[in-house]
């Protein structure tokens, strides 16, 4: 086999401990050398244990280091990259394109504050609120839900069950006001499924082009004060799409506290795709509702960071990030990725709305719910809201989504003031994540962690509304 | 201090080291004990001797951390310019650091471009030219946070108290030799090595030191 020389000194040291290893590893033994010299502590352990030589290695190893200023992985890193150059020389060509000036203007507009913070702005206005919001959210989810299931598919449905099952009970688990089909599905299908889908492949396309990295550097500085590094800014933006899968993306995140710090504002400040679209619907028509909400939110969410990176133990982030060249999305990128995003959304999440509805027919059936519901009213009613809103709460702990849209039943009733609907839209945005969220933050953080975010989600969002429901009432603010 | 003598130097140093590596503990006057640079220190009240212990004055405690200084300046130099080799950096380090006088230090430690860091990782005391640092003439080496936009560089040195960071750096494939060329530092430092392009935050580019060319 051929190997890559290191230079005399090095290969000279490389045999001489190579010499001294006896014992059978399954790689070989020049290789395990070049590990030692580098200091793997791996590989150490292995071969401390199994060479009766080890000390003679060792004070190889050691005269090996004081022949070099550098310590000696670097070294091998640079002999490495040396080989690397010349065989790369050999069978490269290099035929110079002329860059493409809208790529390298794009790349200058993305990557200064000036030009990068509008276009910023833009790209959520545009993408977020436009595209996800304005046609996921509204054309689409009106066109599925209105045309498709309640003129079609419910009445047949609920026909159905009522001619197979002659038992009310029986019916109610699948059709009427909170069953599987008519409430669960409707939801997942003709709700949440064109809002994800819409999301994810504007989401697809900005991860397709270059702008999510660029964006990372652009806002590093702002995040190091809440003790995250740019490199965050993916998950947190997944976020915005589904909360449950973006607290599994904070595996990306280089140490425990940012992953800690991540999971924690998703849970709080992040408000996931499905949710946003129906929040968008609510405050709808009361643009200074709108605007108490978004600024609550990013106040949270930059407080509730900055006391996190205050508490948390550790060192400060470091951030460090490749810059991709900017690209124009391949299409077949943009609809694989959507695609198979899609697929882990129908495959995880929409059977947990199936099971929300049986919980909550389960619950109603023997009372528990009523119960809950009561307990409810009260946390509800010092917030300032009719006390039919926790209903919707409650919903909200089986998704959030879930229970902003059962405050959009209320909200077309006429149940709702504006100040309310601000005040129930930023205790729902803060409130506990969706059940799909919690089994998440839990399976990431472990028991202790994961339960301890969602308590104190529980506890800080009704608090939040309570202040914003108090400062309201104080200064006589009406909305 | 011109006239005092490098061995009451070296043991100035001695006792600054220890004060840096178990700070708060009373230093023993061992062996030299009678030694007659200790009863130079004394003279000039850089040092006082109290039941077989040294205090460092503060009047001593300056003249040591210049001399610390024009040591791990010197261990710098050999190390990144002349390619001593590791085991004779500290013995060349040891003469050459009492040629460092009269302002000399600061001029050499301008051309390294003002290290944080010994080759050993620990820190080097900051002299009166690393606080009003200006670009000046003749730097042969600097922190990348230090380069203009657009100025390339190789990269002499990396140096980091964390070896984690030293690892991530590696992992970008930032290797001593290599060129390098910065294209931004504001709002994060980019730069671009081969045909690849990165961003890191300030901390990082201050621990990558470049030569110029």
Not at chain 1, 267 to 282: F, K
Request: proline residues 5%; contains cysteine.
């Amino acid at each position: 086999m051929e190997t890559i020389s290191y230079g005399k000194v090095l290969d000279d040291f490389i045999s001489r401990i190579e010499a001294l290893l006896n014992f059978d590893y399954s790689i070989s033994k020049h290789a395990v050398s070049i590990f030692l010299l580098q200091d793997d502590s791996e590989i150490i352990n292995i071969v401390s244990q199994k060479e009766a030589q080890w000390p003679k290695i060792q004070a190889i190893i050691s005269e090996a280091k004081l022949k070099y200023p550098y310590s000696l992985s670097y070294l091998f890193a640079v002999e490495r990259q040396n080989y690397i150059n010349k065989v790369v020389k050999k069978v490269k060509k290099i035929n110079p394109k002329p860059q493409n000036r809208l790529f390298i203007m794009f790349d200058w507009l993305t990557t200064n504050p000036f030009t990068g913070i509008p276009l910023l702005l833009f790209i959520l206005y545009w993408g977020l609120y436009k595209f996800v919001g304005v046609f996921g959210a509204g054309t689409l989810v009106n066109f599925i839900e209105d045309k498709i299931f309640i003129n079609h598919i419910n009445p047949w449905v609920t026909n159905l069950f009522i001619h197979i099952f002659p038992w009310k009970t029986i019916q109610g688990l699948f059709v009427g006001e909170y069953g599987i089909i008519t409430l669960g599905i409707r939801y997942a299908i003709a709700l949440i499924l064109p809002i994800v889908t819409t999301f994810f492949f504007a989401f697809a396309i900005l991860e397709d082009s270059g702008y999510l990295p660029r964006l990372a550097l652009l806002i590093d500085r702002v995040f190091k004060k809440i003790g995250l590094s740019g490199r965050a800014v993916i998950p947190l933006v997944l976020g915005f799409g589904c909360d449950t899968m973006a607290t599994m993306v904070t595996r990306t995140l280089p140490t425990k506290r940012e992953r800690i710090i991540a999971t924690l504002l998703l849970a709080l400040a992040i408000p996931c795709s499905a949710q946003m679209g129906v929040i968008l619907a609510l405050l709808e028509g009361s643009p200074r509702a709108m605007f108490v909400w978004i600024a609550t939110i990013i106040l949270v969410f930059l407080i509730v960071g900055f006391l996190a990176k205050k508490i948390l133990p550790g060192t400060p982030p470091s951030f460090y990030m490749e810059i991709p060249p900017i690209r124009f999305p391949l299409i077949s990128n943009v609809f694989i990725k959507t695609y198979s995003r899609i697929k882990w959304y129908i495959k995880e999440v929409i059977p947990l709305f199936a099971y929300a509805s049986f919980f909550i027919w389960l619950g109603k059936l023997i009372g528990i719910f009523n119960i809950f519901v009561k307990i409810l009213e009260y946390p509800v009613k010092w917030i300032g809201l009719p006390k039919e809103a926790s209903v919707a709460f409650l919903f909200g702990f089986f998704r959030r989504d879930y229970g902003a849209a059962g405050l959009y039943d209320l909200k077309k009733l006429g149940f709702l003031s504006a100040n309310q609907l601000a005040i129930s839209c930023i205790t729902l945005t803060l409130f506990l994540p969706c059940i799909a969220q919690l089994l998440m933050n839990i399976k990431e953080r472990g028991w202790r962690l994961g339960l301890g975010i969602s308590l104190f989600v529980l506890l800080f969002s009704f608090s939040v509304g309570y202040l914003v429901n108090f400062i309201f009432t104080v200064f006589t603010i009406s909305l | 201090m011109d006239n005092l003598s490098e061995h009451a130097e070296e043991i100035l140093e001695a006792l600054w080291i220890q004060g840096e590596d178990r700070p708060g503990k009373p230093l023993d006057l061992g062996i030299i004990k009678d030694d007659p640079a200790c009863q130079e220190l004394s003279k000039l009240n850089f040092i006082k001797v109290i039941d077989g212990h040294i205090i460092l004055l503060d009047k001593g405690r300056k003249q040591a951390e210049l001399a610390i200084r024009r040591h791990r300046l010197s261990e710098r130099l050999m190390t990144d310019i002349f390619d001593v080799k590791k085991e004779d950096v500290d013995s060349i380090s040891c003469k050459f650091e009492h040629l460092l006088h009269k302002g000399l230090e600061d001029k050499v430690c301008a051309l390294l471009g003002h290290p944080r860091l010994c080759p050993h990782g620990k820190n080097i005391p900051r002299g009166e030219c690393c606080k009003n640092k200006k670009k000046q003439l003749g730097v042969l080496i600097s922190p990348l946070a230090d380069l203009r936009k657009n100025e390339e560089g190789k990269i002499a040195y990396l140096h980091t108290k964390d070896p984690l960071v030293m690892q991530k750096l590696m992992s970008l494939g930032v290797l001593p030799g290599l060129e390098i060329k910065v294209m931004q530092h504001f709002p994060s430092c980019v730069f671009k090595i081969g045909h690849s392009q990165f961003a890191i935050d300030k901390e990082l580019a201050l621990s990558i030191y470049v030569r110029g060319i």
